[in-house]
Structure formats: C-alpha cells, structure tokens
C-alpha cells in the first residue's frame, strides 16, 4: 500500500503562484518504480489529468491546459512530488488530488493505483 498526503493549497489571485507537494509513504518508490501526478475536481465538472511524472523523471506528462504555467519535479530523499503553479487562472480552482501508480502513461491513460485525499485551491479574479 502507498499513502499520499497533499499539502499546499490554498486561496491566491490570477496572476499568482501555489505550489502543490505530494509526500508518499509505506513502499519505497525508488524500488518500486512509481511514477507520481496530479489530476484535479472542479465543482460541477469531472476529474481532469493534469500532470505526471515517472520517478526516475524520464517521463513528464501535462494536461494541455497547463503547460508552460505548472511544473512538475520530484524530491527524490523525501518521496516527495513538487508541483509549482505559475500565473494561475479562475478556471484552476479545484480540488487537486495527488496520485500514483507504475508509469506516467498508465497513470495518464488508465487512471492510478493510489489517491490522495486531495487539496483545494481556489483562484480569485
């Protein structure tokens, strides 16, 4: 079993910056090749993919509505994944969830293995 907690949400205006950590615990990563992401809930709306990628970093996947504004980056003495959120938009508000399973693509494709219990952010104009 993993667990993954979430941290680092909160209440910012458009323009501004969060940045997201996801700290993962019960197997070790580094031996059991995981790879980590983000999807996210908006109110009303279905869950969306947002980021991922493999723990070794060979691999970095990001919604299209996002690239060029978030980045994804791992703390490999931590098993922690980063996400940083640059001039972020209404349209960012919701609920992220932290996930994780054996590759970026399955995780992106299929769905992960293990969820967070998810974050809020919330993005004012």
């Known amino acids: 079993q993993v667990q993954l907690v979430e941290s680092g949400g909160g209440l910012v205006q458009a323009g501004g910056s969060l940045r997201l950590s996801c700290a993962a615990s019960?197997?070790?990563?580094?031996?059991?090749?995981?790879?980590m992401g983000w999807f996210r809930q908006a109110p009303g709306k279905e869950r969306e993919f947002v980021a991922v990628?493999?723990?070794?970093?060979?691999?970095?996947y990001y919604a299209d509505s996002v690239k060029g504004r978030f980045t994804i980056s791992e703390d490999n003495a931590e098993n922690t994944v980063h996400m940083q959120m640059n001039s972020l938009k209404p349209e960012d508000t919701a609920v992220y969830c932290c996930?994780?399973?054996?590759?970026?693509?399955?995780?992106?494709?299929?769905?992960?293995?293990?969820w967070g219990q998810g974050t809020q952010v919330t993005v004012s104009s």
């Open positions: 990628m493999s723990w070794s970093g060979g691999t970095t």
């Open positions: 019960g197997r070790t990563i580094n031996t059991y090749h995981m790879a």
């Open positions: 996930a994780a399973g054996t590759t970026a693509t399955t995780i992106r494709t299929q769905g992960p293995d293990y």
